[in-house]
């Protein structure tokens, strides 16, 4: 296989990943139809709650990436979810209710109406949260996304898509990147900082 059929396949590979990815948007739902944890109610968590109640932040002593950390309690020793009884559910009544505590999410917008039903409408059904369901939260476990490439002020200096990334990083750090250098310097510093020793 030559580099181009590899480097085709690889792209034909993570477009099929990414496609993978792609989430059902949340829908409308209204209070009779049955709402399915994984496709309605994990991507609202996975949105605005993992980030700092997820695998990587236990803020306020608990975790709704895991089944057993979100029928469990934080913090306060409140349910945080109460099988039929949304209103008594703590994890509800943080969302909508400013009096018990900071709204959440504590970082960003109230979550909308349409949201907040959802979750009530789940866990006044029942709360089921199938064993199946994936934890998929890890930053390592989450479909590979192609990220946008930054506009770079400086296009002569952009070769590959990667070097977009480095230069907006560099002046959105305050910096311009270095001059290029003759080749007898650039050889001396690669060799020094591939091999510890100046080039022959
Ligand atoms: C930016 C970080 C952040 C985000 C995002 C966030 N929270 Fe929190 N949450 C916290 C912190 C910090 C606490 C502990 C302090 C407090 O209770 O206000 C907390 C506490 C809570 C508690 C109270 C736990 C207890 O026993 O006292 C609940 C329930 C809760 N969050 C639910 C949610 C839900 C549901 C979401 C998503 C819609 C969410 N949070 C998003 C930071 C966050």
């Known amino acids: 296989m030559n580099t181009v059929t590899l480097t085709k396949c690889l792209?034909?590979?993570?477009?099929?990943?990414m496609?993978?990815?792609?989430?059902?948007?949340?829908?409308?739902?209204?209070?009779?139809?049955?709402?399915?944890?994984?496709?309605?109610?994990?991507?609202?968590?996975?949105?605005?709650?993992?980030?700092?109640?997820?695998e990587s932040h236990e803020k306020g002593g608990f975790r709704?990436?895991?089944?057993?950390?979100?029928?469990?309690?934080?913090?306060?020793?409140?349910?945080?979810?109460i099988p039929g009884n949304a209103a008594e559910s703590l994890l509800i009544t943080r969302v909508q209710d400013a009096d018990a505590g900071d709204l959440m999410p504590l970082d960003?917008?109230?979550l909308a109406e349409k949201e907040i039903q959802i979750l009530k409408t789940w866990i006044n059904q029942g709360a089921n949260w199938p064993d199946s369901a994936a934890?998929?939260?890890?930053?390592?476990?989450?479909?590979?996304?192609?990220?946008?490439?930054?506009?770079?002020?400086?296009?002569?200096?952009?070769?590959?898509?990667v070097?977009?990334?480095?230069?907006?990083?560099?002046?959105?750090?305050?910096?311009?990147?270095a001059p290029e250098l003759d080749r007898a310097r650039w050889l001396r510093r690669v060799s020094l900082a591939l091999i510890g020793l100046p080039p022959t």
């Open 11 to 17: 792209c034909f590979l993570s477009a099929g990943i």
């Open 163 to 177: 070097d977009a990334f480095v230069l907006t990083q560099i002046q959105e750090s305050g910096f311009e990147p």
């Open 108 to 110: 960003g917008e109230p």
């Open 19 to 54: 496609l993978c990815g792609l989430q059902a948007p949340i829908q409308a739902v209204d209070r009779k139809s049955e709402i399915d944890f994984e496709k309605h109610v994990q991507p609202i968590l996975r949105q605005h709650c993992f980030r700092c109640h997820g």
């Open 64 to 81: 709704l990436s895991r089944k057993e950390a979100a029928f469990g309690t934080g913090d306060s020793e409140e349910a945080l979810i």
């Open 135 to 161: 934890v998929a939260t890890h930053w390592a476990y989450e479909p590979i996304v192609r990220p946008d490439i930054p506009e770079a002020e400086d296009q002569s200096w952009v070769k590959t898509p």
